[in-house]
């Protein structure tokens, strides 16, 4: 039941997220489609990321037992693994412009990493660092996204 609330929740935040992107203004000059370009493509992603949701968990009602996923679903560990991934996310939130993101994102990938992926050191710190190489080149160098410099400056 939550999984399909979840898609629902989705839907429906994707279809406010692309009414909100088509109240952008047009540029009179420049690319017809402006700022609206990337945020569309971005909500697009959600509405499929919704559909495949719903379609995912279609799929997985009709071929496992219902008490057994509802008895999952309730098991406090994972409820307590939730809350702390949200606290863990809320604290990269707030950390994000003070400490900057060339900081705060490894840090904050190598634990969710070493959580999921436990004793794999090098491979988690790899992806971590690699990522976070990537993402920051591709919106500061080729989007000029100006990410926060925190600690390092800028």
Known sequence: MRDWLLAIAILLGATVYLYADSRLPRLAIGDPMGPRAFPALIGIGLLLSGLLLIL????????????????????????????????????????????????????????????????????????????????????????NVQLPGGLLGS
């Open 56 to 143: 995912e968990t279609w799929r997985k009602r009709a071929a496992a037992a219902p008490h057994a996923a509802d008895a999952a679903a309730g098991d406090p560990k994972h409820l307590k693994i939730l809350l702390a991934l949200a606290a863990w996310t809320a604290l990269y939130y707030v950390a994000f412009e003070p400490v900057g993101y060339l900081i705060a994102t490894p840090i904050y990938l190598f634990a969710l990493l070493a959580f999921f992926n436990p004793r794999r050191w090098l491979v988690n710190s790899a992806v971590a660092l690699g990522f976070t190489a990537s993402a920051y080149g591709v919106f500061a160098g080729l989007l």
